[in-house]
């Protein structure tokens, strides 16, 4: 450590006359070794972040390609949901389609069925699905390059038709991600997002999932915009620009109701609003 000090400190010394530099991130032994150097460190997160929010041309090539594998990991789940198949399952077969093609691993196990999908944020489990439950799932994927999808899907282990309660809250999630899609543009303010994003019914606002859009990169990045009700706790400043990469996020779900419905978009911000970046279908039989 004190060898490594020592060619940090003797780099930053030559370039950086005030001898300061912000690091992301840093163990504190390693940090008080440069300090002894009278190196000054600073948290560099948020630099990074800021950085980071841009993606340019490469990493749009990254995020399509890594869209393609959840795509097609996401088409293979529908193919095998089927009665008696349990969410481990599932999830895992999900994660070898992703690794198999060069991605490199699956960040949460957001994939639940039937009465786990309400409220959200269960983790897959040996549940076997059954006929007629809705099965939901967040992919929270690394894909190939490190690059991240995060998009989300509910659909139907058939052959039942739905339920009234299961098309109405399907119909919600949908409207409310496209109805906060539709407003993403460039210089479009974080409160000002949060002002016009659609509200859940009263019903459902105790199990909302916390978050209008998230940026999206590598990981969960730069932006987080909040709820308006939640804005003035966690919200902060700031505005799209063309480049940025989000997911629009929904999850509509009552208290004491049997299931739920988790729907999630990833889209880039352009010169004039928004295109997606992964594109996977909705059921139209929840949409009827």
Known sequence: MEKWADEVADVVKEKFPNQRIAIDRLDGDARAELEKRQISVSFGQDVIEHAQCIKTPQEQNAQARSAFVCETGLARLKAIT?????????????????????????????????????????????????????????????????????????WMC?????????????????????????????????????EKSSKNPDRFEEFEVGVVVHGIGMCNEYPQVAPLKWFDQTGYDGEFQPGMTVSVESYIGEKGAKEGVKLEEMVRITETGSELVAKFPFEKELLS
């Open 82 to 154: 089927r009665p008696g198949i349990t969410e481990n399952e599932l999830w895992a077969t999900f994660g070898a389609i992703n690794a198999s093609l060069g991605g490199d691993y699956v960040e949460t196990r957001l994939l639940v069925s039937g009465e786990r999908t309400n409220p959200w944020y269960s983790e897959a489990s040996e549940k076997p699905v059954q006929v007629g439950e809705l099965v939901a799932f967040d992919t929270d994927m690394i894909g190939p390059l490190g690059y991240s999808t995060d998009i989300s899907r509910t």
């Open 158 to 194: 058939q052959d039942k038709a739905p339920t009234e309660e299961q098309k109405t809250v399907y119909q919600l999630s949908y409207e409310q991600v496209h109805h906060n899609m539709a407003l993403l543009k460039p210089g479009l303010g974080f409160r000002e997002l949060a």
